[in-house]
């Protein structure tokens, strides 16, 4: 090998890393599209805050169906400059259980934070004569087969937060599945449904009003939105986590330097008063976790879930 081409060989590398540290001093230096799965209220509150620091606009670009994976696809095909983000839901690590995916939520994005948490109330008609979970167990056990749950679908988080239930209580309930969440909760309230795993914002103005009573919160640690209800950790399910969340996730490959960046505004942003003021106000709890930390919790649930799912035998219509 000449003597020109072992120099090239090690100025190449140097060069790359001096594109990619100046790309990131400049980031952004254009608008930055969030894709979504849904109507994306947490970045339409935090995204002014990184407006204002960045003076660059943030698009929200909405892309429902097919339990998130038309979003994820998207993303994970765009170029890795940290211009195109995901906001990734918990859902996102359900569906890989029931469809066919052309990604890999571990390989193919590098996490930048979990923003928000939610949990969901283990709800029950007032009717049943239950005022605890322990009593609800033991009323279960005494008619199995007798109580029933409801939930926005077969292979809905609703459905598989209701399965571990069930695993982890050795009880039997029966799940009964509907189109819409909204008509789960609707049937729950009416007595029809006896008991429910209702995400938080759609939960309290039905405890609020004395509809439904809330036995227990899903989350490790009591909720702001529902202080007063106990988690099923320290009821005694130990361990017992199955929440709600949105985090950003970057496409694999985007400079570790701007993945940084990123996680450092966003989490400025959400530790804001305002901005914590407003997630509380619709049921979700801010977390601004740390890039390590989230993805850690996508390999978690990614693996929570798939043992969920095998183990009720949980199948989608």
Not at 5 to 23: D, F, G, I, N, Y
Not at 151 to 169: D, Q, V
Not at 239 to 262: D, V
Request: aromatic share 6%.
């Amino acid at each position: 090998m000449c003597n020109g081409s072992k120099r090239l060989m090690l100025v190449a590398p140097v060069l790359v890393l001096a594109w990619v540290t100046a790309a990131a001093q400049q980031y952004p230096a254009k608008a930055i599209r969030v894709v979504s799965v849904s109507v994306d209220v947490v970045m339409r509150i935090v995204g002014p805050k990184l407006t204002e620091a960045w003076g660059q606009p943030i698009l929200v670009d909405q892309r429902t169906g097919a339990g998130g994976m038309i979003a994820a696809e998207l993303v994970a095909r765009a170029p890795a400059d940290g211009y195109t983000l995901l906001m990734a839901t918990s859902t996102h690590t359900m569906t890989p259980n029931f469809y066919k995916i052309s990604y890999d939520m571990v390989r193919d994005f590098a996490p930048v934070t979990q923003m928000v948490a939610t949990p969901f109330v283990l709800s029950v008609h007032p009717s049943l004569p239950v005022r605890s979970v322990q009593e609800l167990i033991a009323l279960a056990k005494q008619r199995p087969g007798a109580l029933n749950y409801g939930s926005g679908g077969n292979g809905s988080p609703g459905n598989l937060i209701g399965e571990m239930f069930r695993i982890a209580s050795r009880i039997n309930v029966v799940h009964v599945p509907y189109k819409a969440l909204t008509q789960a909760v609707t049937e729950l309230v009416s007595g029809q449904l006896q008991l429910m795993f209702v995400v938080a914002s759609a939960a309290v103005p039905q405890l609020t009003a004395g509809r439904i009573r809330g036995l227990a919160v899903t989350s490790l640690r009591r909720s702001a939105v529902t202080p007063a209800i106990p988690t099923l950790d320290e009821l005694g399910m130990r361990g017992f986590e199955a929440t709600g969340w949105y985090g950003i996730l970057a496409p694999a490959g985007t400079p570790a330097a701007i993945t940084a960046k990123l996680n450092e505004e966003i989490v400025r942003a959400l530790r804001t008063p305002d901005v914590a003021q407003r997630l509380t106000s619709l049921g979700l709890d801010q977390v601004g976790s740390s890039q390590k930390e989230f993805g850690d919790l996508v390999k978690r649930e990614l693996a929570k879930w798939a043992s969920v799912v095998k183990t009720a035998g949980i199948r989608t219509d």
